[in-house]
């Protein structure tokens, strides 16, 4: 089986769709589903290449499309229209079973549009939840319309598609609330095996320059407003009176961080949080995680997330909820600074309990195996294109 991949966003652009792709097409090789990308071309972009390696875009089977700025946002490129077209005209004669279209953009268009052509089906990931985004980045819009707006936007696409992969369940009840009847499959990315392999909290703190009994909160995301690190922040003041030793590591870039890093100064905690930048995904994100006492996570805005062998104290919100099941090696904690605080010192205060917590927290990954879910994809991609080939012997 061959499927074409479609985004308007991968790496170097760091984020969950980027590494969500990466992950499911590495893994689909081994379900006997090949993958072809088509994505934006960053070239030598400094927004996004900070701290990945010139060849990253060298990928087999990715092929890149020219590209455009996009305004006040640094991070990200659009790719041009005509070139995207051009781009996908050179694929027409080549074989594909079927269109799976990651982001909801030009890509989404552009995929449902080479679909059409090629009659086979199309499915889109809905990685994105579009309400929350608006709030924070038109937040001239009145949250009410805006919400109006991303739930129309969101039923229109749906209705284009012969599927909808949801990366968690909540994201497919947000979706059947908002009305879509499309059929939802809800498939998480999941872990690839690399993550089982323990990192060296000793090399990363000694890099960084961080006591090895220094208690360490970490955050791993995109540093964005929708992410909620500010809440982290405030909750980090609380804990400090507590444990006035503690630290907190906030690892990955984005639009909020210089906004996070004047608040840090006007807070008094400069001294105690230090912004880690992207990480090195063979080595230095598992020596992050390996370093942390605490994971520490408050977005209001994931659809999926998972913490690797560390004790999590998190708010538990859309796609967090679904995850932060009974024996996951989580605290679930209310979104108010005092008492998010006090769950990080009540898991810093008993080292038996955190030990606990890091065991339930492997354990429990192993039932995200990014293989597993790539198999559970394959299934779909091909239930999909059997439905659909009868269609396609009377179309021709």
Not at 99 to 104: A, E, G, L
Not at 210 to 217: C, H, K, T, V, Y
Request: hydrophobic content about 45%; overall charge positive; aromatic content about 8%.
């Amino acid at each position: 089986m061959r499927v074409l991949f479609i985004s308007d966003v991968y790496f170097p652009r760091v984020n969950g769709v980027s590494t969500s792709i990466r992950t499911f097409r590495s893994d689909l090789r081994d379900a006997g589903v090949d993958s072809v990308l088509v994505a934006p071309d960053y070239g030598a972009h400094p927004g996004v290449t900070s701290g990945q390696p010139a060849a990253a875009q060298e990928e087999p089977g990715v092929l890149r499309v020219v590209t455009g700025k996009v305004p006040r946002d640094p991070e990200d490129r659009r790719m041009k229209y005509f070139a995207l077209r051009r781009r996908l005209e050179q694929l027409s004669g080549q074989h594909f079973d079927l269109v799976h279209i990651h982001t909801p953009f030009l890509a989404h268009y552009a995929g449902i549009r080479f679909a059409a052509r090629a009659r086979i089906p199309v499915i889109a990931t809905y990685h994105t939840f579009f309400e929350e985004y608006l709030h924070h980045y038109v937040p001239m819009l009145p949250r009410a319309l805006g919400r109006s707006l991303a739930r129309t936007f969101t039923r229109s696409q749906c209705a284009q598609l012969a599927a909808i992969v949801a990366p968690s369940e909540p994201m497919r009840a947000l979706l059947l609330d908002y009305g879509v009847t499309t059929r939802i499959q809800v498939v998480p990315t999941g872990l690839p095996a690399a993550s089982y392999v323990p990192g060296d909290g000793a090399r990363f703190r000694a890099t960084y320059g961080i006591a090895a009994d220094r208690p360490l909160l970490l955050y791993v995301g995109r540093v964005a407003h929708e992410k909620n690190i500010e809440f982290l922040l405030h909750a980090f003041v609380a804990l400090r009176r507590v444990r006035p030793g503690a630290m907190l590591a906030i690892a990955g870039e984005g639009p909020a961080r210089e906004h996070l890093q004047a608040l840090v100064a006007r807070l008094g905690i400069a001294a105690d949080v230090q912004f880690i930048g992207y990480l090195d995904r063979e080595r230095g994100l598992g020596d992050c995680y390996a370093a942390a006492d605490v994971f520490v996570f408050a977005s209001r805005t994931e659809t999926q997330g998972l913490a690797q062998g560390r004790p999590v104290v998190s708010t538990a919100h859309l796609g967090t909820a679904s995850i932060l099941q009974a024996g996951c090696g989580a605290r679930v904690a209310p979104e108010k600074p005092d008492a998010f605080a006090q769950a990080i010192a009540d898991i810093l205060d008993d080292p038996a309990r955190a030990a606990r917590l890091s065991g339930q927290a492997r354990s429990y990954a192993q039932g995200w195996a990014s293989s597993h879910m790539a198999w559970r994809l394959a299934e779909l991609y091909r239930e999909l294109t059997a439905q659909h080939a009868p269609a396609a012997v009377v179309a021709a």
